[in-house]
């Protein structure tokens, strides 16, 4: 069964920093990977997503996918308040939407 | 978002039974309800797939996913335990059946059993 984690699980940069979230998964036969962020009290909302090994940028956020090693990350250039959030990581370890997991999540603060 | 929208958004419950609705005007396919407890992240419940249940086989049996229709969605509790206290987020993807999946959710509904 598809474990996945997530790290750190809290964070705390000041504004303007670059923030690191990491995500490990399981299943080697994983085949997409995205990032959601979730505000406090509201809905989860996808971020990014990625299919292959490598790098995909939009805007300040960046996603890197390492598959061989079972991570991949997210990276936000120019952190700003607005970005504390809960951030969850989803793998997909085949067709259907039933097959995505979610990591546990990374709470992340943007000190002002 | 007013895309899915979820009825009603807060709910305080005895042991009743309640019934929990959703719609959705994105045209997807597929529909999903979701369970998030304190602290920890959404986990699925049912997928509605073209009107085929997915079901994880670990949500107790007085859950019942109905879906009257592709636009709609429904989440009948009987006799509700204190365990069940959670945020239930409806969701929808444009089709259910593809790896790369894009998950829609609504604004969710707080459920609290005394």
């Known amino acids: 069964q598809q474990k996945v984690q997530q790290s750190p699980e809290s964070l705390i940069v000041p504004e303007g920093a670059m923030t690191s979230l990491n995500c490990t998964f399981s299943d080697s036969a994983s085949q997409y990977f995205a990032w959601y962020r979730q505000h406090s009290g509201k809905a989860p909302k996808a971020l990014m997503s990625?299919?292959?090994?490598g790098e995909k940028e939009e805007g300040r956020f960046t996603i890197h996918l390492n598959k061989a090693s079972l991570h991949f990350s997210l990276h936000i250039r120019d952190s700003q308040p607005s970005d504390s959030a809960l951030y969850l990581c989803?793998?997909?370890?085949?067709?259907?939407?039933?097959?995505?997991?979610f990591g546990s999540g990374t709470r992340l603060l943007v000190s002002p | 978002n007013t895309k899915i929208t979820q009825s009603p958004r807060y709910l305080i419950l005895g042991r009743a039974n309640k019934s929990l609705e959703c719609e959705q005007h994105l045209g997807h396919n597929a529909m999903y309800w979701y369970k998030q407890s304190a602290e920890k992240p959404p986990e699925l419940m049912f997928l509605y797939n073209l009107k085929q249940l997915i079901r994880n086989e670990t949500v107790p049996s007085r859950f019942i996913p109905e879906c009257p229709d592709s636009s709609k969605l429904l989440l009948h509790i009987s006799a509700v335990d204190p365990e069940d206290s959670a945020v239930y987020f409806c969701?929808?993807?444009?089709?259910?059946?593809?790896?790369?999946?894009?998950?829609?959710f609504g604004h969710g509904t707080k459920l609290s059993v005394l």
């Open positions: 969701a929808s993807s444009l089709s259910g059946t593809d790896s790369n999946e894009r998950l829609f």
């Open positions: 990625i299919f292959s090994n």
């Open positions: 989803a793998v997909s370890s085949g067709t259907g939407g039933y097959k995505v997991v």
